[in-house]
């Protein structure tokens, strides 16, 4: 079935540095992949998306990277700062369009 | 452009009442969808509709979950009767309808079942 998986569980940093979230899907027709941001008790947010026939996608301090062969992507923050910290899910769409979500990353940036 | 707007944002309920909520996607959009997230992991799928039909609703528990999108606008979702298993956020989302575009959801409402 579809299906997708997602590590770490849990992730902390030091401010400035770099984090790392990493993301497997399991239906090759997938051609979609959003990262969610999600603040306690708030709507999850769209922060940044690749399509497939890209392998790489830049949004100032975020990056998505997309491995189709291995059926991995993942999202990169650099220069990490407090105001990141919140829960990130990484989804991939599935027959018609839904959204397959990940278990999720609780990301925590420490001052 | 005005978000996803859904209410109530918070409900609590005992078992075996039933509850209602309601969504109003972003103008113009013609899929809408419901996800259930239970706390500590990611939104799952629902129901899926596309203007005022129905996509996808293979994960939708049918002896007790009822929605419906009369007009192709605004959504409700049903349940009843409530199982303890139901506490969770009721998230719904909107996207243009093409292929692919991005998915803007609503706060969602939080249910707790006593």
């Known amino acids: 079935g579809e299906n997708v998986e997602q590590h770490p569980s849990t992730l902390s940093v030091q401010e400035g540095d770099s984090a790392v979230i990493k993301c497997t899907y399991s239906d090759s027709a997938s051609n979609y992949f959003p990262w969610y941001k999600q603040e306690l008790g708030k709507r999850p947010q769209l922060i940044i998306d690749i399509r497939s026939n890209v392998g790489e996608k830049k949004d100032q301090r975020i990056a998505v990277t997309l491995n189709k062969t291995a059926k991995h992507f993942s999202l990169h923050i650099t220069e990490t700062q407090p105001e990141d910290s919140a829960v990130y899910f990484c989804a991939a769409n599935g027959q018609g369009g839904k959204l397959i979500f990940g278990q999720g990353t609780e990301l925590s940036v420490k001052p | 452009e005005a978000g996803v707007a859904q209410s109530p944002r918070y409900k609590i309920i005992e078992k075996r009442q039933s509850v209602a909520f309601w969504c109003n996607p972003i103008s113009g959009h013609a899929t809408l969808y419901w996800y259930q997230q239970i706390l500590g992991q990611g939104p799952k799928l629902l129901i899926q509709?596309?203007?005022?039909?129905?996509?996808?609703d293979s994960q939708l528990p049918k002896d007790r979950f009822s929605a419906e999108r009369l007009k192709g606008v605004d959504s409700t979702l049903k349940i009843q009767p409530a199982k303890l298993e139901d506490s969770a956020v009721y998230l719904c989302a909107s996207s243009s309808g093409t292929a692919n575009q991005p998915q803007h959801f609503g706060d969602g409402t939080r249910l707790s079942i006593l």
């Open positions: 509709f596309q203007n005022n039909g129905v996509v996808d």
